[in-house]
């Protein structure tokens, strides 16, 4: 009979750990994991919402959930330790809870894996590290578990670093006559040892004789990629400066401590009879062949205190083999590129996130000129000065017929917008004299990559001088859109006006921002609640002014009958509409509509007209960019959901494009139904005044699928709702208007002219 087979999972765990093939380790697995998932379930009602939520026997979670919830199947007075990743400062952090058999049984799979490595004999440890990191023991990070967790293979062990990161000399001169004598091993993570013992030793010109010492080393490699250092380097940097040549890298994580996966001397991590790999596809997380790249997902049968036995990483690997590895041990052995990039989300949740590197452009102290002039010519202009109304219609003309603009749809979407025959349509809308307030900064979302030109020409044509701050990493729309402005703001008719605007990026912090507003006479500040009311808080001069865009939240009204009356063509166009509200901006645009409500009108259908919807929506989000982190980072939103949302229905999937959550009419805050890239709630109801009771003051859009906008409007003035600022159809949720979330830019960014005309906006 086969080894692992019909075994017990003790039995199983107390085996040699690459003794078992993959075929007979799938199928003990098979059958452990559904044992697991039901124990878990029964223990953890947080993690059986999760589960009757995504409708799965026994689904990932994904290792970033850990992060935000808490998850546990044991009740507290049996956690005996907390353990948390090491996340870089500022970063959540995984909060892993142990109980003391969950915790021996990792501490004995971490000796059975290393014991593999070198031998099951206690040997000398140095640990590249501070006495400091196992002060608590009872809490205390993944570095401080992998230490204790190596430890126990240790006859003696010995710090190379003292309390301030610095190497202990007398110390490690005592671990390389150990070194000498016999076997020893030394253990760290993957940057720490190179930033503190390969780096002091170069520093301090210093060499060390540590040949025959095997180093085991893992985590931390991101940081070292981002400094140019490959494995190969790594090796080389300590043969160098130690002596140390047997060197074993390990893939592992704390919310799996101890099932780690070891690096041999063919340089293939390898699956341990503790813990099994799968390599998903992000459309759909459907499985991998061997030889193709996509998510890790693991499975250990260690954990019993949380339900961590089946995760879903945000690393990218693949399979490269399976029980034919040249070193002999059996099992899936693997490769990892690290870390899954992540792009910048679009939105207006990140507005005042640090500089980098930016873009070509002056320098004045540690402000970066970008485009315009700084410092700038403070005047202001009469509102709808003739010269800016030129200016927009010559960057419009710009945007919308040079093919370098054309290609980005938000840039033209811009050069659309600052039309000529628009603006002057927006001009008609006043009447008056009325002149600029002064010098107006704006701090604009960096996701939203033309979102600052917006404000920007709104404040221009409201007769003002503007310093704009843009976010130093930059991006590719932000630089054409800002190209062309500069473009046309250096033509020599609009010298006056390019003396009076600055296009700026400055480094993280409040001082430069702090320079600036004290000459200001208002901030424009675009941003998540948090970010508003921190910027909010930087001093400013005496008379300026605060115009507020913190987080909003924004919904869908259909009718049925609507929906019913079109035919397939009619659909598609309005599925099409609907995509550019929503994924145009990963539906994180506090216009895009996260929220579906379903207005019944009676019909008995409801199921079938909602489907076809669906479908053709899922048609057109075939067209969307699902980066590997995308998929990530949603399916963490709703697992996350399932968590503290009560009461929410099945998930239905399309891939990983589109999931669609029914909730129930219950009075809920929808501010609460988080939803990006794709995510969205529906709920039935049979009249417009069961909508009303959700319009509190965050609710800021509803996109209506009939013709009857301007009514629903009305209703819901009439109704003394506090929230939203506009119904719009399909295709229009991101278009900007001067009057903003119920705020008239042009209004409030001016003032009464010399000439004391009172100045009043027409209807």
């Known amino acids: 009979m086969s080894k692992g087979k019909n075994m017990n999972r003790t039995e199983f765990l107390e085996m040699d750990p690459y003794s078992v093939s993959q075929a007979d380790k799938e199928s003990f697995y098979r059958e452990q994991m559904k044992t697991m998932t039901e124990y878990h379930r029964k223990a953890c009602t947080t993690y059986d919402d999760i589960c009757n939520g995504l409708g799965e026997v026994a689904p990932y979670l994904p290792v970033s959930l850990f992060k935000d919830t808490d998850l546990k199947s044991v009740p507290d007075e049996k956690v005996i330790r907390k353990i948390t990743s090491s996340g870089t400062t500022g970063q959540q952090v995984s909060r892993i809870y142990l109980d003391a058999e969950t915790s021996a049984a990792q501490q004995r799979a971490l000796c059975s894996i290393t014991s593999d490595f070198i031998g099951s004999k206690r040997i000398p440890m140095l640990i590249i590290d501070s006495p400091d990191v196992l002060r608590d023991r009872s809490k205390f990070t993944a570095r401080g578990a992998g230490i204790l967790g190596f430890s126990m293979m240790a006859s003696k062990r010995i710090y190379a670093l003292d309390e301030n990161m610095q190497i202990d000399y007398a110390s490690l001169k005592e671990?390389?006559?150990?070194?000498?004598?016999?076997?020893?091993?030394?253990?760290?993570?993957?940057?720490?040892?190179?930033?503190?013992?390969?780096?002091?030793?170069?520093?301090?010109?210093?060499?060390?004789?540590?040949?025959?010492?095997?180093?085991?080393?893992?985590?931390?490699?991101?940081?070292?990629?981002?400094?140019?250092?490959?494995?190969?380097?790594?090796?080389?940097?300590?043969?160098?400066?130690?002596?140390?040549?047997?060197?074993?890298?390990?893939?592992?994580?704390?919310?799996?401590?101890?099932?780690?996966?070891?690096?041999?001397?063919?340089?293939?991590?390898?699956?341990?009879?503790?813990?099994?790999?799968?390599?998903?596809n992000p459309e759909d997380f459907s499985v991998c062949p061997t030889g193709e790249w996509g998510l890790i997902a693991l499975d250990s049968l260690l954990p019993e205190s949380y339900p961590g036995h089946r995760l879903l990483t945000e690393d990218w690997g693949r399979i490269l083999g399976e029980d034919d590895c040249p070193c002999g041990r059996k099992g899936k052995y693997f490769e990892i590129s690290g870390r899954i990039s992540k792009a910048e989300v679009r939105g207006c949740s990140d507005t005042f996130e640090g500089s980098g590197a930016a873009m070509d452009g002056g320098k004045?102290?540690?402000?970066?000129?970008?485009?315009?002039?700084?410092?700038?010519?403070?005047?202001?202009?009469?509102?709808?000065?003739?010269?800016?109304?030129?200016?927009?219609?010559?960057?419009?003309?710009?945007?919308?017929?040079?093919?370098?603009?054309?290609?980005?749809?938000?840039?033209?979407?811009?050069?659309?917008?600052?039309?000529?025959?628009?603006?002057?349509?927006?001009?008609?809308?006043?009447?008056?004299?009325?002149?600029?307030?002064?010098?107006?900064?704006?701090?604009?979302?960096?996701?939203?990559?033309?979102?600052?030109?917006?404000?920007?020409?709104?404040?221009?044509?409201?007769?003002?001088?503007?310093?704009?701050?843009?976010?130093?990493?930059?991006?590719?729309?932000?630089?054409?859109?800002?190209?062309?402005?500069?473009?046309?703001?250096?033509?020599?008719?609009?010298?006056?006006?390019?003396?009076?605007?600055?296009?700026?990026?400055?480094?993280?912090?409040?001082?430069?921002?702090?320079?600036?507003?004290?000459?200001?006479?208002?901030?424009?500040?675009?941003?998540?609640?948090?970010?508003?009311?921190?910027?909010?808080?930087?001093?400013?001069?005496?008379?300026?002014?605060?115009?507020?865009?913190?987080?909003k939240y924004s919904v869908a009204l259909f009718r049925l009958s609507d929906f019913s009356g079109m035919d397939d063509k009619e659909l598609q166009h309005f599925a099409h509409l609907f995509y550019n509200d929503t994924y145009g901006a990963d539906q994180n645009a506090c216009s895009s509509p996260k929220t579906v409500f379903w207005l019944t009108d009676g019909k008995s259908d409801a199921e079938a007209i909602k489907d076809r919807w669906w479908n053709a929506l899922a048609k057109e989000a075939a067209a969307y960019d699902l980066q590997p982190w995308i998929a990530t980072e949603k399916y963490r939103i709703l697992c996350r959901m399932y968590a503290t949302q009560k009461n929410l229905g099945t998930v239905r999937r399309w891939g990983n494009r589109l999931y669609t959550v029914p909730v129930p009419n219950d009075g809920r805050k929808l501010t609460e139904l988080e939803a990006k890239f794709g995510i969205f709630y529906e709920m039935e109801i049979e009249t417009i005044e069961n909508l009303l009771p959700y319009m509190g003051p965050a609710i800021q859009t509803i996109v209506s699928s009939g013709d009857d906008q301007q009514a629903i409007y009305k209703s819901i003035r009439s109704a003394d709702c506090p929230g939203v600022d506009r119904v719009v159809a399909a295709g229009e949720a991101l278009d900007f208007n001067t009057v903003w979330d119920r705020k008239d830019l042009v209004e409030i960014l001016s003032c009464t002219s010399l000439n004391g005309?009172?100045?009043?906006?027409t209807e």
């Open 757 to 761: 005309t009172k100045h009043t906006r």
């Open 364 to 551: 004045e102290g540690a402000l970066t000129i970008l485009a315009g002039t700084y410092p700038t010519n403070e005047s202001v202009r009469n509102t709808f000065d003739d010269t800016v109304m030129d200016f927009l219609g010559d960057l419009s003309d710009l945007l919308m017929r040079d093919p370098r603009y054309r290609q980005y749809p938000e840039v033209y979407a811009l050069g659309f917008w600052c039309r000529r025959a628009h603006m002057e349509k927006i001009r008609s809308a006043y009447s008056g004299g009325r002149g600029g307030r002064g010098l107006t900064i704006h701090i604009a979302p960096s996701n939203m990559p033309t979102m600052f030109a917006y404000s920007w020409i709104t404040s221009l044509l409201a007769g003002n001088p503007n310093i704009v701050r843009l976010s130093g990493r930059g991006s590719e729309i932000t630089d054409a859109a800002l190209t062309g402005i500069n473009a046309v703001l250096c033509r020599p008719e609009y010298e006056e006006l390019n003396r009076q605007n600055a296009f700026v990026s400055f480094p993280r912090g409040d001082a430069a921002l702090e320079e600036l507003s004290e000459r200001a006479k208002a901030r424009v500040i675009w941003g998540g609640n948090e970010t508003v009311d921190h910027i909010c808080s930087i001093p400013k001069g005496e008379d300026c002014i605060d115009v507020t865009f913190p987080d």
């Open 175 to 280: 671990f390389e006559q150990l070194a000498q004598e016999g076997p020893t091993f030394a253990f760290g993570f993957t940057y720490m040892i190179w930033e503190y013992l390969y780096g002091g030793l170069k520093a301090d010109a210093k060499a060390i004789n540590l040949t025959g010492c095997h180093l085991i080393h893992g985590g931390g490699w991101k940081k070292l990629q981002d400094k140019m250092v490959s494995d190969e380097a790594f090796k080389q940097g300590l043969k160098e400066v130690c002596g140390i040549d047997s060197v074993s890298d390990y893939y592992g994580m704390a919310e799996q401590t101890g099932s780690i996966f070891m690096q041999c001397s063919e340089g293939h991590l390898h699956a341990s009879n503790f813990s099994d790999i799968s390599i998903l």
